[in-house]
């Protein structure tokens, strides 16, 4: 396994020093994988003054030492520096109540969650791997260090690190961890709430159709307003799967930025309660994009998730049902008011959604391969116009005697999707007369033109 030099270095400074130390969890596991680990940790039997003193001509952070922890800032960013260790007596299902610091490594590694994130190497001494993470690495495996229900009751974060890891790493995992996963789901309850937002968000962005619905009951604990869809018959000749397989397909099939994958898991959440049928039997879910887009909005508020994020997965949802069209004109006026990116994450949450459903229409694919297209041509021909960059602006509306306000608006939105129509040029005096028709046009302006008229009248007398 190779290291970087600069870890190669911190862990040969501790070796001289007369103390054992390796890099461990997640950096091994990445590398042993062929991936690039994102940070390196190290665990070493100095204790934490003993770091303090080896490294003493460095920069670092002492938040974590209580718990064993050193953190030296290096060119490779942080790198934590932590004291074999063991805990226990996990009251809150979260915290250990006790760490013990520990003059060998096998302790610290039966701490760790999965074996996977249990192994440790050094150049110097080789692979650490009680548990067998490398043999389940390679064969696919997720598996709890110990005994999985009393590792989940310590912690019951495990339980959605665990799903995210087996997404992340295309892991099953085996019947005794997954078991104990289902069993104790109730614990994930206790979490903080930003905490579950983390790991879902991590377990959705890799989540495949499989991870989706062999987790749904740790989805459905997290976020029971989906719970409902499990199983969902919608009755409708649209639609081969049910309403929870549905999701799990269109989500799986978006592209892996969190506000789609997001977008995907909720999209159809207003489903179940906007459920009618017909005098034919058949289903119904009018207005379901609206009621999805509200329980949406109030799930990701519950779950702490970032502001920008909770709004573009809202609005996402709230016009899912809006059906682009490969209809030149209207797609302009649609980059122009809600954005590029916007429109083509529509296009994406649609297609998927529409590629969900399980009957395989064909049809549908070359209408998105269409509108795809012509995304693309209006975009390189020349780039879609905004209301700033037109040729006038609200004051020379205000100086035709257009009132202030929300008309003002609505006349430069209109001026311009006529432009945008290629109905009008972007130059200022066919923009200027057709202002003064729309101004004429408009009652309620003319309402305050004639107000406006008679003060000035009044103030002539
Ligand atoms: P990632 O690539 O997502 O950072 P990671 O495995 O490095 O994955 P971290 O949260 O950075 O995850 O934790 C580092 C290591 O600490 C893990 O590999 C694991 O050995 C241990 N660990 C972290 N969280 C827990 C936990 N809740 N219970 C037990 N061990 C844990
Ligand atoms: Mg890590």
């Given amino acids: ?13 501790l070796e001289q020093a007369g103390f054992a130390a390796y890099a461990v969890g997640g950096c091994v596991r990445d590398a042993a994988l062929g991936l690039q680990p994102h940070d390196y940790d190290l665990c070493t039997s100095a204790r934490p003054e003993e770091i303090q003193t080896v490294f003493s001509s460095m920069p670092m952070f002492l938040t974590g030492v209580k718990h064993g922890t050193v953190s030296l800032v290096t060119t490779l960013g942080v ?10 007596g996990y009251e809150d299902n979260r915290h250990p109540d ?28 080789g692979f650490q791997d009680p548990f067998g993470g490398r043999a389940d690495l390679e064969h696919g495996i997720l598996r709890a260090v110990g005994q999985p229900e009393a590792r989940f009751q310590e912690d019951a974060l495990r ?54 619905l062999r987790f749904a009951p740790l989805v459905t604990q997290v976020i029971p307003e989906l719970a409902p869809a499990i199983h969902f018959d919608q009755r409708s000749p649209h639609h081969a799967l049910d309403l929870y397989r549905h999701i799990a397909h269109v989500t799986a099939a978006l592209p892996a930025t969190p506000a789609l994958r997001w977008a995907g898991l909720l999209h159809d959440v207003g489903k179940p309660a906007a459920f009618t049928l017909d005098e034919n039997g058949r289903g119904h879910f009018y207005g379901h994009a609206q009621i999805g887009a509200d329980l949406a909005e109030k799930i990701l508020r519950r779950l702490h998730a970032p502001n920008v994020l909770r709004e573009r997965v809202v609005w996402l949802i709230g016009h899912h049902m809006s059906l682009l069209e490969p209809d030149e004109p209207k797609l302009r006026k649609q980059l122009s008011r809600w954005g590029e990116e ?12 529409f590629g969900g459903k399980g009957t395989g229409n064909s049809q549908e694919g070359e209408r998105f391969q269409q509108i795809r297209q012509m995304l693309v041509q209006i975009q390189q021909e020349h780039p879609v116009m905004k209301r700033e960059q037109m040729a006038i602006r609200g004051g020379d509306l205000l100086a035709m005697g257009c009132p202030p306000g929300p008309m003002l608006g609505r006349i430069l939105q209109t001026l311009l999707d006529q432009v945008l129509e290629g109905r009008l040029p972007n130059c200022r005096q066919p923009l200027l007369d057709a202002a003064a028709r729309l101004i004429s046009q408009d009652e309620s302006c003319l309402a305050t033109l004639d107000k406006n008229r008679r003060c000035l009248g009044r103030t002539m007398e």
């Fill in 79 to 88: 790198v934590e520096v932590t004291t074999f260790r063991t805990e226990g």
């Fill in 159 to 212: 339980i959605l690190r665990g799903a995210r890891f087996a997404a992340r790493f295309r892991l099953t995992p085996e019947p005794a961890t997954f078991q104990a996963m289902v069993k104790l789901r109730g614990l994930l309850d206790q979490l903080a709430l930003e905490r579950v937002f983390c790991e879902l968000d991590g377990f959705l962005r890799s989540a495949r159709v499989e991870d989706l």
């Fill in 342 to 353: 916007t429109v083509w994450e529509l296009l994406d949450l649609e297609e998927a959604d």
């Fill in 98 to 125: 006790w760490v013990q610091f520990l003059p060998e490594i096998t302790g610290d590694l039966a701490r760790r969650d999965f074996t996977i994130n249990a192994m440790a190497y050094s150049p110097s001494r």
């Fill in 1 to 13: 396994m190779n290291l970087p030099e600069t870890i190669e270095q911190l862990l040969c400074q």
